[in-house]
């Protein structure tokens, strides 16, 4: 590989850093996932569990990534490579990149849902939807049933169109630069999300029986904290930071020399997770106030939120700004993704930011839509299976479970055993000009024994080694 001698773009402000460090971590995870396994695990227990974990495993595998990236100013392989030449330790930075790919076969499949969603919103399309008409579409909308048909068909190529139109949306914004396209975009909708989220929260606080769906989601019941109860916050904890994908590294190779980033972390992790929790304000309440099941899983956005907004005032209204910051979050996630072989493609192998965009989105959308078309048993491609997963759950399973889990064990250790102490306090003191030797102390030691240990734990149940 030849690394590239161009100038390299970075973030214009601390600022900056903070919006698209909270775009990345900020994806559809927030609006349902997050929300979801807070109300089903323990709720206010299930919360505590989770702030815990993202103080001994987010936040310090967060700031390893960090400093790898602003240390070395290289990509997620890059970095690796300079910091420890010629040694086995760049394959960390081919799994982030590798988990970055995976997750943008299946990411972009489900984030074109929510762009026909939007757009159906938008036109009113929902105004008199059914119960029966609801879960048709999204039967629709995922190619339930298009097993045998033609791949020209109008119901297979649908899913496939959105698709494409978050890859043109998600490239253009790549291929604008990091000041340009990543700094402007997330400057812009990380507050009109935050925006959205608040009035679709003022409106559900507002119903009838909203009260049942604050109890659902923020009740204390410790006898629901099983260990895989904690696993799971364990797990939501790393995965939500968007951990071990290669992001943090080439986030951090694009720092200014006087972010605090132990401040941003602590920032970035506490907002994450606000976002998170308004959401949850704007689901269960309005859920619980229309008779819906709130356990129902991610179905339950795309296939009762149209039924619910649609029978309120300002429903139609309310249901597209729902769906709008649905896709600013899927968006802003998908653009921090993206940013990872782009980076590694145009340092590397020295080829135009654009060109490596154009690349990057034929690539993905030619893997990706497999994912598409395999998302139910019924779909054109569900028959195939690897393992017993379909493409998409297969992309999901081997991301998830495995790489990430794995590649996060890597860095902390890689960061904690065969980084000299000096050259950590030197950076995470931005070139001594902090005093935060306190801070430095208590990330150099969780880094070392507590973060490897509960991630080695998650890779080891994840694969089957141990179960709880």
Not at 57 to 73: A, F, K, S
Not at 152 to 177: A, D, H, N, R, Y
Not at 379 to 384: D, N, Q, T
Request: hydrophobic share 50%; glycine share 10%; charged share 10%.
């Amino acid at each position: 590989m030849e690394s590239s001698s161009k100038p390299r773009e970075g973030f214009s402000s601390g600022l900056a850093v903070f919006f698209a460090a909270l775009g990345s971590a900020v994806g559809l995870g927030n609006i349902w996932k997050f929300p979801y396994l807070t109300g089903s695990n323990g709720g206010g227990a299930f919360l505590f569990v989770y702030f815990i974990c993202i103080l001994f495993v987010g936040i310090p595998v967060l700031l390893c990534e960090w400093y790898i990236g602003r240390r070395t100013r290289r990509n997620a392989i890059g970095a690796f490579e300079t910091l420890k030449p010629g040694t086995p330790w760049k394959g960390i930075g081919f799994m982030g990149v590798l988990s970055a790919y995976l997750i943008m076969f299946y990411y972009t499949c489900v984030a074109g849902w929510v762009y026909f969603y939007c757009f159906k919103a938008f036109t009113g399309a929902f105004a008199a939807v059914t119960a029966s008409s609801a879960g048709e579409l999204f039967g629709q909308v995922i190619g339930v049933g298009t097993a045998g048909q033609s791949f020209f068909s109008k119901e297979v190529l649908s899913p496939i169109f959105w698709q494409v139109i978050v890859l043109c949306v998600v490239g253009t914004g790549i291929s604008m630069g990091v000041r340009a396209g990543i700094e402007r975009i997330t400057k812009t909708l990380m507050p009109l999300l935050f925006i959205l989220i608040i009035i679709c929260d003022i409106r559900a606080l507002t119903l009838p029986g909203a009260g049942q769906g604050i109890h659902f989601l923020f009740h204390v019941d410790f006898s629901k904290i099983t260990p895989a109860v904690m696993l799971s916050a364990l797990g939501l904890a790393f995965f939500k930071l968007s951990l071990a994908m290669g992001i943090m590294i080439t986030y951090g190779s694009y720092f200014t020399e006087d972010v605090h980033m132990f401040k941003t972390a602590g920032k970035v992790a506490l907002s994450d997770t606000l976002v998170s929790m308004l959401a949850g304000l704007a689901i269960f309440p309005t859920v619980f106030s229309f008779g819906m099941e709130p356990t129902a899983g991610p179905g339950l956005l795309f296939m009762t939120i149209p039924l619910v907004f649609s029978k309120m005032p300002l429903g139609t209204l309310l249901l597209a700004a729902f769906f709008l910051l649905t896709s600013f979050a899927a968006t802003t996630a998908l653009l921090s993704l993206m940013e990872v072989p782009v980076a590694f493609w145009s340092e590397e192998f020295n080829v135009s930011r654009k060109k490596a965009t154009f690349l990057n989105c034929l690539f993905i959308g030619l893997v990706g839509i497999t994912a598409t078309l395999s998302v139910d048993s019924s779909s054109l491609l569900g028959g195939i299976k690897f393992f017993g997963d379909g493409f998409f759950d297969f992309y999901d399973h081997l991301s998830a479970n495995i790489i990430m889990p794995l590649g996060g064990f890597l860095i902390a250790v890689f960061v904690g055993y065969f980084i000299k102490k000096d050259d950590i306090q030197y950076e995470l003191s931005n070139h001594g000009t902090l005093c935060n030797e306190s801070y430095i102390s208590f990330f150099s030691f969780v880094v070392r024994y507590v973060s490897p240990a509960l991630l080695i734990i998650i890779f080891l149940n994840t694969i089957g080694v141990i179960a709880f």
